[in-house]
């Protein structure tokens, strides 16, 4: 049995405390460096010393906890402090020394985001990125991200005689060399092996984009097929990850006629795409041809993410031109056309960080590994702090996780695209507003629009806010079916009726606000997938045999490969 290591001596408690305590300290003296220039009526700097007063007064029973508890008052955790994973070894509440490194944290950590909030006179953004600054920052300094203060990585160390460090340190050496965290075992899986292996054919590829066009399923089919456009910052086979959670087999199965659009991963060849392009020759292009190939009047559209932001967009354009019959019914997966409330991406769109961004592209395409510490910097916590702990300090191997995996596939992104969009709708919110975008000389106007749309929001989305996806609301004219689903930006998606997890919340009545679609919503348990079939048959139940094109290969377009395709595979 492994010998227990020593803990921090007492003089290592109080250097920790000290430092931390001067972090917040600074991040006070920061923000009133930050007001200097500001009217000194908009600022009372009473409210920071009060802050620095409670600070102090709390740590004093901190250490009164710590030295006498017998007579001190007990730690109240808040129910988040309670869940925090990251403290979930015992060893954080058994030992007197780890538990006040526990509670210590808390403390400094409650205090210097009430630091931020004793700001006054500042504007509500900049104060949203200080806060999202501190906050990573207080995840950045958790006794669990070094080794002399994390109980368990100090019992690894003496359990493998040192080992663990060694192989953390080869974990560490491997992901500089790449430029990019680790997160998964890279060889647990592989495309067409055991992710995206829902059977289909690529029947066309375009520089922009791949057609895949999936092999059916059942004898017969609803009449109307549905096209899938999923973002093009990721791959698409989130929506085909292993068989039991592929949505794309499960709509398959459910007699449905399914095709996908993989996007290419940008390079140099693509420095002059913009959204135009992704509306012309990406999605109504798409469009066009499934409508041609099967013989159709209109497609069914599913757009994720930004891609449902452009059919937003699309669904616009193809109603100023007169067109809005090829579109029979639009399905939004966490898709926001109003960005007044874009949540925590939002952050990162300011002058300084666009003009990072520009910097970046010169070679026409942005680095797939931006997006992606992008991504992982809004759940800093979950995604970067977890593995410095695991995989780096204790050494531990990587788990397979099919999520995970896709989650590190990055893809390039047009940067004359990237910077447009988000400086015309995060920043000037533009698509907001009618007739201040065009697409090829055609005006949007949201309002216009009149397709029947289900709307599909995660409850803890940290992308697409929910506030932020519920605006479609207030802006589409047509008949809309806004769903509420359990957990957030992925797996409030990718959630499949087999897995019995979640649930979600539906409202028939005429509400305004998202508030009140949720004080009467109606909740119900699992995923939202059938309920989403279902809402499809009301729109047209119509049928027909599973023969001829409705088979890959069988129309006029002719295989160019198996699916997934190569784009996906493109780096």
């Known amino acids: 049995m492994a010998e227990t290591p020593t803990p921090p001596s007492l003089e290592e408690l109080q250097h920790w405390t000290w430092v931390l305590g001067r972090a917040q300290q600074m991040m006070l003296e920061n923000g009133l460096d930050m007001l200097q220039h500001a009217p000194l009526a908009a600022f009372d700097p009473t409210a920071a010393f009060r802050s620095s007063t409670a600070f102090w007064a709390d740590t004093m029973q901190l250490w009164q906890r710590f ?9 109240e955790e808040t129910p988040e402090q309670a869940r925090d994973k990251r403290f979930k070894a015992p060893q954080w509440r058994e030992e007197p020394v780890f538990d006040f490194l526990r509670q210590s944290y808390f403390v400094i950590a409650d205090h210097m985001l009430k630091g931020v909030d004793a700001l006054e006179g500042v ?3 900049q104060r949203e990125q200080i806060r999202f600054a501190t906050k990573g920052f207080i995840d950045a300094l958790s006794p669990t991200n070094f080794p002399a203060t994390n109980p368990e990585v100090l019992e690894k160390i003496v359990e493998t005689k040192g080992e663990s460090l060694l192989k953390g340190l080869q974990h560490m050496l491997s992901d500089l060399a790449k430029g990019q965290m680790t997160q998964v075992d890279p060889a647990a899986f592989e495309l067409g092996r ?17 057609l895949i066009q999936y092999a059916p399923a059942t004898k017969q089919v609803l009449e109307t097929p549905v096209i899938i456009f999923p973002p093009w910052i990721n791959r698409f086979y989130i929506l085909d990850l292993t068989p039991e959670k592929s949505f794309i087999r499960w709509a398959v199965e459910q007699g449905l006629t399914v095709f996908v659009v993989s996007w ?10 913009v959204w135009d392009d992704f509306v012309e020759r990406g999605q109504i292009d798409a469009i066009d041809t499934v409508r041609e190939l099967l013989g159709v009047e209109s497609v069914h559209a599913i757009g994720y993410c930004v891609a449902g932001t452009t059919l937003a967009a699309t669904l616009a354009v193809l109603t100023a031109r007169g067109q809005r019959e090829k579109v029979k019914s639009a399905t939004f997966f966490t898709a926001q056309v109003d960005f007044t409330e874009a949540g925590d991406l939002s952050v990162f769109v300011d002058d300084d960080q666009l003009a990072m961004i520009k910097s970046l592209g010169g070679e026409g395409f942005l680095d797939g590994r931006y997006m992606a510490a992008t991504f992982n910097l809004l759940r800093g916590r979950d995604l970067i702090w977890n593995y410095v702990t695991n995989n780096y300090l204790m050494g531990q191997d990587y788990a397979p996780f099919d999520l995970l995996h896709w989650n590190s596939d990055v893809t390039n992104l047009p940067a004359t695209w990237h910077l447009s969009y988000l400086t015309d709708l995060y920043r000037d919110n533009k698509l907001a507003a009618p007739g201040m975008l065009a697409i090829s000389g055609t005006p949007i106007d949201l309002s216009t ?6 709307v599909q929001a995660g409850r803890e989305d940290h992308i697409a806010p929910a506030a932020s996806v519920w605006k479609i609301t207030h802006h589409f004219k047509g008949p809309l079916k806004f769903v509420l689903a359990g957990s957030g930006h992925i797996a409030g998606v990718v959630n499949p009726p087999a897995a019995q997890k979640y649930q979600y919340w539906t409202n028939d009545g005429a509400v305004d606000t998202l508030a009140e679609f949720v004080a009467g919503a109606k909740e119900t348990k699992g995923s939202w997938w059938p309920d989403w079939r279902a809402w499809l ?24 490969g198996d699916a997934p395709g190569e784009y996906v595979r493109t780096r």
């Not at 030295?67 to 730690?75: E, I, K, S, V, Y």
């Not at 055991?194 to 791949?210: D, S, W």
């Not at 629009?449 to 289900?454: A, R």
């Open 194 to 210: 055991n992710l995206a292996m829902t059977p289909g054919k690529v029947v066309k590829r375009t520089p922009l984009y791949e």
């Open 537 to 560: 048959e009301t729109i047209n139940s119509a049928r027909i045999d599973a023969k001829g094109a409705r088979v890959p290969g069988k129309g006029r377009l002719k295989p160019l």
């Open 123 to 125: 504007e509500p953004k």
């Open 67 to 75: 030295l006498d508890p017998a007579h001190a008052t007990p730690f």
């Open 264 to 273: 290419k991963s940008a390079d140099a060849s693509m420095k002059d795409v």
């Open 449 to 454: 629009v009149t397709t029947p749309s289900y």
